[in-house]
């Protein structure tokens, strides 16, 4: 695990990078510039290409984890494995587009009324789906040759860049909505093109098919499985993009908007996840397939543990600072009616990100089709504790509804994995953890106590007051917080960092201590 999380930091720190110009983009473009409206559309429009996307890919993603290991061979160029990663989703792509308009009255039917712009822009969701399809098969194709960092680039620092200036033009009325529209899938279209030039670079990719490595029995195999996660990822995907979609029908844009910014701010809790998911799962792929269950028991304890250590202090950072976040947010007025949005969406954030690997562990066994029957029941209590909660708490509902359903979903999803495989991804450490975050809490609700009304008797505005109360609370909480990871012990991977950084700024400290 060790050389998992150094060959992550790199994807981590690009991911953060992009989470800061979002966090740019957001706090001083998006919601100064936009209307709630706009940015719910844009954001719908997203979610609706990415659901077409994903649908199409057939379930790639998932099926090269799991047979790269058959196929892997650096003399032989992997037999023309990546042939048929390209081959596979053309194909689901082709069918969608038959799906996409022979259901096209239906869409109209369901969002015309609170969501018009979406329908209006129907037909752009083709080109929008057909970028972000494989753009996420080139990602998984890198994932599964360890070269992450590139891609995450791409993904996460060139895409937002490029949005800004798209962002900025229509702002400052330079471009119409329309033209806003085609510069938003163009954008992609870059990102595209410069995942397939990345992947080539490596030469480490052919795409002639060794046809001989294609006996019978992993044919059929591979088609079951296939078949399986297209059923599978019927259900999976549309959980992920209820909530925007229901809040668009049912509601109006302008709370798709308002639920977008909140979904923002909450996403930074996962992003440790996307980078040690990215490095740990080809690992975890291998050892099942060798039936290593302790390898695959270990890693999916560690990526659990990590995960649940940066998501913890991430949240904890965003809830403490939750009022101010939304005082600097321009018309953060208007934004601030999904405050507690936020604190469900992260929960269940975290969660995810915590739970998240055992799920794979499944996927990539003998018993993956066992993940359908929790995908379906995830799929059901979203559905249906959405569409009950919204009426009565808006987009709350939605974000809350979305946090119970993936409580019910990992209960008992986890459970079989133990039972069947004799892994799970909690241990002893995350209870350290969970203390650790309880104190934290306390620890602020004891300044807040004693601390702010001094910060509120300072000769400055009310806002600075209230800006230096909140940095000065969250910079001390943060050095407690790292001072008593080290001292628990709750990482040697996380205390050798620890020491490493210190060493830079010419602190030493024993390992002994």
């Given at each position: 695990m060790g050389v998992i999380v150094r060959q992550s930091i790199k994807s981590t720190l690009i991911n953060y990078l992009g989470s800061f110009i979002g966090f740019v983009t957001t706090f001083f473009i998006i919601t100064r510039y936009l209307t709630p409206a706009e940015v719910g559309f844009a954001?719908?429009?997203?979610?609706?290409?990415?659901?077409?996307?994903?649908?199409?890919?057939?379930?790639?993603?998932?099926?090269?984890?799991?047979?790269?290991?058959?196929?892997?061979?650096?003399?032989?160029?992997?037999?023309?494995?990546?042939f048929w990663t390209l081959l596979v989703p053309l194909v689901g792509f082709l069918l969608f587009l038959v799906v996409f308009f022979l259901f096209k009255g239906t869409f109209i039917h369901i969002f015309s009324k609170n969501a018009s712009l979406l329908v209006d822009y129907y037909d752009y969701l083709v080109p929008m789906s057909f970028f972000l399809l494989y753009i996420a098969v080139f990602e998984t194709n890198s994932n599964v040759l360890m070269r992450i960092a590139v891609p995450k680039f791409i993904r996460e620092v060139l895409v937002r860049v490029l949005m800004i200036l798209v962002y900025l033009l229509y702002g400052f009325k330079v471009i119409s909505l329309r033209q806003f529209v085609i510069d938003y899938c163009v954008v992609y279209l870059i990102a595209l093109v410069c995942n397939i030039i990345y992947q080539f670079k490596l030469k480490k990719v052919s795409l002639k098919p060794d046809m001989s490595i294609i006996t019978p029995p992993l044919r059929k195999d591979f088609l079951f499985y296939t078949g399986f996660l297209v059923v599978s990822?019927?259900?999976?995907?549309?959980?992920?993009?209820?909530?925007s979609l229901a809040v668009s029908a049912k509601m109006n844009?302008?709370?798709?908007?308002?639920?977008?910014?909140?979904?923002?701010?909450?996403?930074?809790?996962?992003?440790?996840?996307?980078?040690?998911?990215?490095?740990?799962?080809?690992?975890?792929?291998?050892?099942?397939?060798?039936?290593?269950?302790?390898t695959a028991n270990n890693l999916c304890q560690s990526v659990s543990l990590h995960q649940l250590l940066a998501g913890s202090l991430v949240f904890y950072v965003i809830w403490i600072n939750i009022d101010v976040i939304y005082q600097i947010l321009p018309n953060g007025d208007i934004y601030a009616a999904g405050k507690w949005a936020v604190l469900a969406i992260c929960l269940y954030r975290l969660f995810n990100s915590v739970c998240g690997i055992g799920p794979s562990v499944l996927g990539y066994s003998r018993y993956y089709y066992l993940t359908l029957i929790f995908t379906i029941l995830l799929t059901c209590s979203t559905f249906v504790f959405t569409l009950w909660w919204i009426p009565y708490w808006g987009i709350v509902g939605a974000a809350f509804a979305t946090f119970v359903s993936f409580i019910i979903y990992y209960?008992?999803?986890?459970w079989?994995?133990?039972?069947?495989?004799?892994?799970?991804?909690?241990?002893?450490?995350?209870?350290?953890?969970?203390?650790?975050?309880?104190?934290?809490?306390?620890?602020?609700?004891?300044?807040?106590?004693?601390?702010?009304?001094?910060?509120?008797?300072?000769?400055?505005?009310?806002f600075w007051c209230n800006i230096l109360n909140r940095l000065s609370c969250t910079l001390l909480m943060l050095v407690i917080a790292i001072f008593a990871i080290y001292k628990m012990k709750i990482s040697e991977q996380v205390n050798m960092l620890i020491r490493r950084g210190l060493k830079k700024t010419g602190i030493s400290i024993e390992i002994g201590k």
């Open positions: 954001r719908v429009f997203f979610d609706t290409a990415f659901l077409f996307a994903s649908l199409a890919q057939l379930g790639t993603s998932a099926s090269v984890m799991r047979y790269y290991p058959y196929f892997k061979n650096s003399e032989k160029k992997d037999h023309g494995f990546f990822s019927v259900s999976g995907l549309i959980t992920t993009s209820i909530s844009l302008d709370y798709a908007g308002i639920l977008t910014v909140a979904g923002y701010i909450a996403t930074i809790v996962e992003i440790p996840y996307r980078s040690l998911s990215a490095i740990a799962s080809p690992n975890i792929s291998i050892a099942i397939k060798n039936d290593d269950k302790q209960t008992s999803l986890l079989v994995v133990k039972r069947k495989m004799a892994v799970t991804p909690f241990s002893f450490p995350q209870l350290k953890v969970v203390g650790l975050l309880l104190a934290l809490f306390l620890l602020n609700a004891a300044w807040e106590y004693s601390l702010a009304p001094v910060f509120a008797k300072l000769p400055l505005q009310p």
